[in-house]
């Protein structure tokens, strides 16, 4: 088995273990929904909350104490959401590119496959619909993947960005959320939702 095989297979078992019932504990932080632009922190990074959004912020406990899943929504439209979600395990990815061609092999692997690892993968994704390479989030190299879903007589747009901090190798997931309908008629919160992303100020630590 190659390496980057290896890397497959060691990297889904983590995808099984820390999506698996019981294998850690949640603690959830609600983020009320602020009056004005706030600036909302935590350990591993800071981030500016819009006037009238809200959110939660999730860490892990036990053996994944380093999880981290904060999800940030419009208190008066669904239609569009941020999440960041901070990898419980460094895996040694040789770029964010690696990273999110796992995340979308992930979607895309035969279900027998997704099976053994544990995966439970979406009935409603359609397909990759738009990639970019060399972005940066905060000064941190980024690769942007745009997965296309089906919801209901909607299309939910999912932009990921694979964010890699080079001072200690955390991945990032950052993903804009927002349905097809959403864009068309409320693009406003979606220029909101980039705003959120490019907010984002990772702490340094060494």
Avoid at 122 to 139: A, F, K, L, R, T
Wanted: with cysteine; net charge negative; glycine share 6%.
């Amino acid at each position: 088995m190659n390496s980057m095989k290896l890397l497959l297979a060691f990297s889904l078992g983590l995808v099984a273990f820390t999506t698996s019932p019981g294998c850690y504990a949640l603690a959830s932080d609600p983020i009320k929904a602020v009056k004005k632009d706030t600036v909302y922190s935590n350990e591993s990074f800071s981030i500016t909350i819009p006037k009238g959004w809200e959110g939660n912020d999730t860490i892990g406990n036990g053996p994944v104490k380093d999880f981290r899943s904060m999800e940030i929504y419009n208190k008066f439209d669904d239609g569009a959401w941020v999440s960041i979600v901070k990898s419980a395990i460094n895996v040694p990815f040789e770029s964010p590119k690696q990273a999110a061609e796992l995340s979308t092999y992930a979607r895309e692997m035969p279900p027998d496959e997704a099976l053994k690892y544990g995966i439970e993968q979406d009935p409603n994704y359609i397909g990759v619909v738009g990639e970019q390479d060399s972005v940066e989030i905060d000064g941190c190299p980024a690769y942007l993947t745009i997965y296309k879903n089906q919801a209901d007589e909607d299309t939910l747009l999912e932009f990921q960005f694979c964010v890699i901090t080079p001072w200690n190798k955390q991945l990032y997931y950052i993903t804009h959320h927002t349905y097809y309908s959403t864009m068309s008629m409320n693009p406003q919160i979606g220029d909101e939702c980039y705003d959120i992303i490019e907010s984002i100020r990772f702490k340094r630590k060494e």
